[in-house]
């Protein structure tokens, strides 16, 4: 299975401050990656697939960067809903999917 | 729009089969180039997939969980189903059912049940 690595775990922002995250693939997985936002009691969901597209209805103060192993999720101007958990998804050639570990973005 | 709405028994005894259903509102589960997966969340906050189905019927489970596990569909209820045998404690998540768009240029859970939780014990 292709493992994922996301990093930091967690970290603490303000509003208005920009945040990356990082998502590292074992092996290559060109730019079939994704990013997902999960808040408690809540359905995750999709922000970018594809490595860098912009989901439907999604603020454009995301934005998703890079290819086959190393991979960035950016937040411009963090606003206070965007306090969350964050996941990478990688959905290359051989199944199964698999995730990272999730961030946490918290105050 | 589209809607995924998941249910089942909540407690499950070890060594018996853990079975849900996703429904699916807001459009026919047959329409478009879609499948239908399960992903589970256990307490360490991990995501697993599961599997997926098909509207032909077509599945692929994780490697991981293939002999416990079956995905099947009904059309006529607009609703697919997950059945995981010889439960055990590390079989306690939060299930969640999700839209996989297989498409080129687009591979991605682009919506989500909100997920129900299942707890194995005795």
């Known amino acids: 299975d292709i493992r994922m690595t996301q990093s930091p775990s967690s970290l603490s922002a303000s509003v208005g401050d920009r945040v990356t995250i990082t998502c590292r693939a074992s092996q290559s997985i060109s730019y079939y990656l994704n990013w997902y936002q999960m808040k408690p009691g809540q359905a995750p969901k999709l922000l970018i697939f594809g490595a860098s597209s912009l989901q439907s209805g999604v603020p454009p103060r995301f934005s998703g960067g890079g290819s086959g192993t190393d991979f960035t999720l950016t937040i411009t101007s963090l606003q206070p809903e965007d306090f969350a958990t964050y996941y990478c998804q990688q959905s290359y050639g051989t199944l199964p999917y698999t995730f990272g570990q999730g961030t946490k973005v918290d105050i | 729009q589209v809607q995924l709405q998941e249910s089942g028994p909540g407690l499950v005894k070890p060594s018996q089969t853990l079975s849900l259903t996703c429904t699916v509102s807001g459009a026919s589960i047959t329409s478009g180039r879609r499948y239908w997966s399960w992903i589970r969340q256990s307490a360490g906050k991990e995501f697993e997939w599961i599997g997926r189905?098909?509207?032909?019927?077509?599945?692929d489970i994780n490697p991981s969980l293939r002999s416990r596990v079956t995905i099947s569909i009904d059309t006529s209820k607009n609703h697919f189903s997950l059945r995981l045998t010889s439960a055990t404690a590390a079989d306690t998540a939060m299930y969640y059912c999700?839209?996989?768009?297989?498409?080129?240029?687009?591979?991605?859970?682009?919506?989500w049940g909100q997920g129900t939780m299942v707890t194995v014990s005795s």
């Open positions: 999700a839209r996989d768009i297989s498409a080129p240029g687009k591979d991605a859970f682009d919506i």
């Open positions: 189905i098909f509207v032909s019927g077509n599945t």
